[in-house]
């Protein structure tokens, strides 16, 4: 075992202790221990069905059926790509499709460099900006493919410019 | 045991107080679609939505697997309503499904194939669009083939693992269209925790667990039929 993952079986341990050993407990122990880790690794799954004394597979089930959990690190910076009703029909679909190629990531993931994270969600509020990308909880407006590379090269001007000042 | 008497599509039967009428049904040589049902689960899956019958007296029909028999019910499995709701599920189903029986090692004993011959309606069915899953084959297992586009998430195969067996490898995972039947981590059947004892292939009403040696596929080497 590496230590990083020693590190989340530890964690998740902490985190159990405040809890009784009730298959009611499963999704408020997952969200504290997401809470804590930011995400829901494989240990930490398995830590969890054998303190519920539950098949893992249930925890995995759990985990897979709501949005609000997810398998991946989260990125150092989050794009939310909105597919709510608006936004599917100036297709944001294919704004998706942009990210997904241009981060070679699919959605619910994280790029290895742990630089970003992808996911959809179902409105933002903003439907008049359609199609809309939430970048850092910021809402971008008309994300079109095109736009898509120009928020990427923003981000590599700016972690750019950062190494240039910090060396 | 106290015993109700009623009558399924004409016929006279008898059966124990508080059996389902599909069970009272099957016993008695009386087939009715179905696809998630168990005797031995507690509780009746109801979700296949295939076993509908009509029953005198109420109003709309009713799932078979969660209707308990009564004394004097009068039961007709052949009802327009009853037929035209298990045909719309089945149609339903199949669209979302590779039918390719030619190619299926499951062909002749597969329960799709039953069911549209007794509900007398075609497995490639243009009603619906088809959408499939296209999800990758599992060949890791030296046993069985995992094929989960061609599961209808009847649940068998987790009830039979984790209720009978008391293993628990298998599992639903994901949500809506994306759910499937997977293990932890949705790692392949090798890497789990699976025994390889093969119940959950002789569960499986589908061609979506099937044994290797049926048609001598080889690991990795078969075609995806």
Not at chain 1, 79 to 94: Q, S
Not at chain 2, 55 to 66: D, H, I, L, M, N
Request: aromatic residues 6%; proline residues 5%; hydrophobic residues 35%.
């Amino acid at each position: 075992m590496t230590k990083e993952q020693a590190e989340v079986k530890q964690q998740t341990k902490r985190i159990l202790n405040r809890f009784g050993r009730k298959r009611g407990n499963l999704v408020p122990i997952l969200q504290k221990v997401q809470g804590k880790l930011g995400y829901l690794p494989r240990e930490a799954m398995l830590e969890i069905a054998e303190f519920l004394g539950i098949p893992a597979i249930d925890v995995y089930s759990v985990v897979t059926f709501y949005n609000q959990f997810r398998l991946n690190p989260p990125g150092k910076h989050s794009i939310r790509v909105c597919l709510g009703t608006a936004c599917h029909m100036k297709g944001g679909y294919i704004t998706l499709d942009a990210w997904k190629r241009r981060l070679c990531i699919d959605r619910g993931q994280t790029t290895p460099d742990r630089e970003f994270d992808l996911d959809i969600v179902a409105c933002v509020g903003c439907c008049v900006m359609a199609p809309v990308s939430v970048v850092d909880d910021k809402p971008q407006g008309k994300v079109e493919p095109t736009k898509v590379d120009g928020i990427l090269l923003s981000f590599k001007l700016k972690k750019e410019k950062q190494g240039k000042e910090s060396q | 045991m106290k015993t109700v008497s009623l009558t399924i599509d004409g016929k006279k039967i008898r059966a124990r107080e508080g059996e389902k009428v599909l069970w009272a049904a099957l016993d008695n040589g009386i087939y009715i679609p179905n696809l998630c049902a168990l005797h031995d689960a507690l509780e009746p899956f109801a979700a296949c939505r295939l076993c509908f019958v009509e029953v005198e007296g109420k109003k709309q029909p009713v799932t078979a697997c969660t209707e308990a028999v009564e004394q004097g019910m009068v039961v007709n499995t052949r009802g327009p309503g009853a037929l035209r709701l298990a045909r719309t599920a089945f149609e339903l189903l199949v669209a979302s499904l590779p039918v390719d029986c030619a190619h299926c090692p499951s062909s002749g004993s597969c329960e799709l194939q039953k069911i549209a011959a007794h509900l007398s309606i075609k497995l490639k069915t243009k009603r619906f669009r088809k959408l499939l899953r296209e999800l990758p084959i599992d060949y890791s297992s030296p046993l069985f083939i995992y094929d989960p586009n061609k599961c209808v998430l009847c649940g068998r195969c987790v009830w039979i693992c984790r209720e009978r067996l008391g293993i628990g490898t298998l599992g639903f995972a994901h949500r809506g269209f994306d759910r499937l039947v997977t293990t932890f981590g949705s790692e392949p059947i090798s890497e789990s925790k699976c025994l390889d004892c093969g119940e959950c292939v002789v569960a499986c009403p589908t061609g979506a667990l099937a044994f290797k040696d049926r048609q001598g596929i080889k690991s990795g080497l078969g075609k995806g039929g």
